[in-house]
């Protein structure tokens, strides 16, 4: 079902090089389908939206934007225990977040010289939220909470509509609890070029964030530069570190919370003992006969899982440094001791307590976080990605003329006889 790698610098190689084979893959056909799409709605704008709606959602309702009052009474006619559980997630998110928030500087030197930094949110900022099978109410949460902390003026949400027409109900009350502005039934690759270009109906923004499918995906990726988007996201991932003291039962409860994402989400154990990874195989084999994404998960475990096991926790460490994944899971005797070593994750949970889920919904660490390796130099979505910085300087003449000797070099060796000309003329 999975498969188990002795670590000796020879027999995970392979693996290795298959695992980062899946994330760099560039599919031609769907980077030319989307390519046209993003054409036709960037010329065409509504009309094109509509066309592209009724082909990949069946119908398109009459208007894209839904109604204020039809948010309203989704959060009215939601389930109480939901509207409190999320809640909860969003007192913890915001909390967590608002730390983050960086406030804005001044510097006035002795010699009249004032220089700054200032801080502000983006005007606009577009959420896209899968609409489908795949609905994710707590990604509404990680992406609008730190847009709103970070002072963004307008925050809209696109979302494909179900089979009747209509938004997922779900959906809009995570939008209502966490003050998206204004809401449009629109997905696809055609919803990211809309609010890249703007249409007659959905307003242009200045970055995109939030999860999708492949074409999604590649849509964010042609797109950047037209507007900022938050990261280009891989196929899920998990390693867990584990050592003799971990509870194997736990441990693959946790590698298939991953594996059920995606056929092509990667789960990997490396562990130090031959028991745990035992043990863990059967367990995989018991629990996965019990949940409703079966298939899925003995896909992804066989093709993309792997049981390391390791000679010293060090050796383990290493593995997890070179994998940068994007959820690390420390059952390790003593996890604290290892938050100071482990340099290349996206989000780290500690103790046979802290469940990758625990991150994915309620902590209050954001849950959008770097894949692929990425780890290694992008971080988790976070305030500062809904803010832009910047910097002004004041020099009195006198400052200047100090100066002027030290920047009429710098610019003279660099051949730009302009600039030290603006600073001659003045003297």
Do not use: W
Not at 244 to 251: D, K, S
Not at 259 to 281: F, K, M, N, P, Q
């Amino acid at each position: 079902m999975i498969p188990v790698i002795r670590v000796n610098g020879t027999d995970e190689t392979a693996f290795l090089k298959k695992l980062r084979a899946r994330a760099s893959s560039v599919n031609d056909e769907v980077t030319a389908s989307v390519t046209e799409i993003i054409r036709n709605v960037r010329d065409q704008g509504d009309e094109a939206v509509r066309a592209y709606t009724l082909r990949f959602d069946g119908q398109a309702p009459a208007c894209f934007e839904v109604d204020r009052e039809e948010i309203n009474d989704a959060l009215t006619n939601a389930d109480p225990e939901y509207v409190n559980a999320l809640l909860n997630a969003v007192a913890n998110i915001t909390d967590f977040h608002t730390r983050q928030k960086q406030q804005s500087f001044i510097d006035a030197k002795q010699n009249g010289v004032i220089m700054g930094q200032r801080i502000r949110g983006l005007k606009r900022v577009g959420l896209y939220v899968p609409g489908g099978t795949a609905a994710y109410p707590s990604s509404v949460l990680m992406n609008a909470i730190p847009a709103k902390i970070a002072g963004v003026e307008e925050i809209v949400m696109v979302t494909p509509p179900l089979k009747d027409g209509k938004a997922n109900p779900d959906i809009l009350v995570a939008a209502a609890l966490c003050g998206v502005d204004r809401v449009f039934l629109l997905g696809g690759a055609q919803a990211v070029a809309a609010l890249a270009y703007g249409t007659e109906s959905v307003p242009k923004v200045d970055k995109i964030v939030g999860p999708g499918n492949i074409f999604v995906a590649t849509a964010k990726k042609l797109l950047f530069g037209e507007v900022d988007i938050d990261m280009i996201a891989g196929p899920s991932e998990i390693l867990i570190l584990a050592d003799e003291t971990a509870n194997p039962v736990y441990l693959a409860a946790d590698l298939m919370s991953q594996a059920e994402h995606d056929r092509l989400a990667s789960a990997i154990l490396v562990t130090t003992s031959e028991r745990v990874a035992a043990d863990t195989v059967k367990e995989l084999g018991r629990q996965v006969q019990a949940l409703s994404r079966k298939e899925i998960i003995e896909d992804s475990l066989q093709n993309y899982g792997a049981v390391f096991i390791c000679d010293r926790v060090e050796q383990a460490v290493d593995l997890a440094n070179e994998l940068a994944p994007e959820h690390l899971e420390v059952m390790l005797k003593d996890p604290m001791q290892y938050i100071g070593k482990l340099d290349n994750a996206g989000s780290v949970f500690l103790g046979q307590y802290s469940p990758e889920p625990l991150g994915d919904y309620y902590a209050g660490p954001n849950h959008v976080l770097p894949t692929s390796g990425t780890a290694r130099f992008f971080s988790p979505l976070s305030v500062d990605a809904f803010i832009k910085k910047s910097s002004y300087i004041c020099y009195t003449e006198e400052a200047l003329y100090e100066a002027k000797d030290d920047i009429m070099l710098l610019a003279n060796k660099e051949h730009l006889t302009a600039h030290a000309n603006s600073i001659r003329v003045r003297f």
